[in-house]
């Protein structure tokens, strides 16, 4: 059983930046997401990114705005994911959750798709 643990979040004007961690239990050799989820609103994928080769996919809205990058400790030591967020808007607040191993087949950003998830961490922009 994997475990993420999410870190980074709080509170920023709009304008501002923020980084977002995500720290693995093991190695994991496989894609990792950050997805985002809005007051009484579905998970959304915000970027996914592949821990062997950083191959990374974002969603529109946040293209030129936000980069996903992961790190490994060592050889097969643990991953650590994260999302630098910059020019945040306030329609970016939301509480963002890291997720990996995702099935074979499925969307590299739908929430469906990832079988192991972190218990969030909320990111507010004020305007």
């Known amino acids: 059983q994997v475990s993420l643990v999410e870190s980074g979040g709080g509170s920023v004007q709009a304008g501002g930046s923020l980084r977002l961690s995500c720290v693995t239990s093991e190695y994991i050799r496989d894609w990792m997401a950050w997805f985002r989820q809005f007051p009484g609103g579905e998970r959304e994928g915000v970027a996914a990114?592949?821990?062997?080769?950083?191959?990374?996919?974002?969603?529109?809205s946040v293209k030129g705005r936000f980069t996903i990058s992961v790190i490994t400790a060592g050889r097969r030591g643990p991953n650590t994911m994260y999302l630098q967020m910059d020019n945040l808007k306030p329609e970016d607040s939301a509480m963002y959750s890291c997720?990996?191993?995702?099935?074979?087949?499925?969307?590299?950003?739908?929430?469906?798709?990832?079988?192991?998830w972190g218990q969030g961490t909320q990111v507010t922009v004020s305007s």
């Open positions: 997720a990996a191993v995702k099935t074979w087949g499925r969307s590299r950003l739908s929430q469906g798709s990832y079988t192991y």
């Open positions: 990114i592949y821990t062997g080769d950083s191959d990374a996919e974002y969603t529109p």
